[in-house]
């Protein structure tokens, strides 16, 4: 197996440094003559100057079905035909493509591609993660000493671990409206199951805070 990375700078040569270096035949194939200079001259990786959305050159690289493919042109036109490429000519069934613009994911995923990467979708939720405990905390500041906003991180001896929520026995007076899991927001439900390192945002009454936090913390 060989990993085939098109496109792409800085990326490309920090995947094509970290693959090679644990035993993995890389490839990289870039339209830059330059950079591929610099790739060649850095790395030890097979690099090839030349471009990936014509099938002669795909046919260089001797591809196979097990290899993985990785495309990070800046051009998702480019990407989605190198992509149908692999796939349809050469049975390639891991592939990892670059999609600049995130209006096209749908595109790429119902065309079979084994991971759509967005950068822009992935920048968008980490700053939506991080407003939607300030966005909390400006509402409730309306309301000071009427309501608590809690965040809680809940830790691996906790006993709520592995517990579904509706489980808990949390007080009627408090509500859960979210949860941050690995930098994602989920919107919990009964049978939302917690998690060691889950950050727990609720909003309850003041007198219910000591309750909630012996039922999650043990605190």
Not at 69 to 88: C, G
């Amino acid at each position: 197996m060989k990993v085939v990375i098109i496109g792409g700078e800085k990326i490309a040569y920090f995947l094509a440094k970290s693959f090679s270096s644990k035993g993995y035949k890389t490839y990289l194939v870039n339209k830059d003559q330059k950079l591929c200079e610099d790739f060649a001259r850095d790395l030890k990786a097979v690099v090839i100057h030349g471009d990936a959305s014509k099938k002669k050159l795909l046919e260089q690289l001797d591809i196979e079905e097990d290899d993985i493919i990785v495309v990070l042109t800046n051009k998702d036109k480019e990407n989605l035909i190198i992509t149908q490429f692999a796939k349809k000519i050469f049975g390639v069934k891991n592939i990892v493509t670059l999609v600049n613009n995130p209006d096209n994911i749908e595109l790429f995923e119902k065309l079979g591609i084994t991971a759509v990467v967005s950068t822009t979708t992935m920048l968008q939720k980490a700053v939506e993660n991080l407003l939607f405990g300030e966005e909390l905390q400006q509402f409730l500041s309306v309301e000071e000493g009427k309501l608590t906003f809690l965040k809680i991180d809940i830790p691996e001896n906790s006993k709520a671990v592995g517990k579904l929520l509706k489980d808990l026995s949390l007080p009627h007076e408090c509500v859960v409206g979210g949860i941050l899991r690995k930098g994602k927001v989920i919107i919990p439900h009964g049978n939302t199951e917690i998690n060691a390192g889950d950050r727990l945002y609720i909003v309850s009454l003041p007198t219910a805070q000591e309750q909630i936090l012996d039922i999650l913390t043990g605190e």
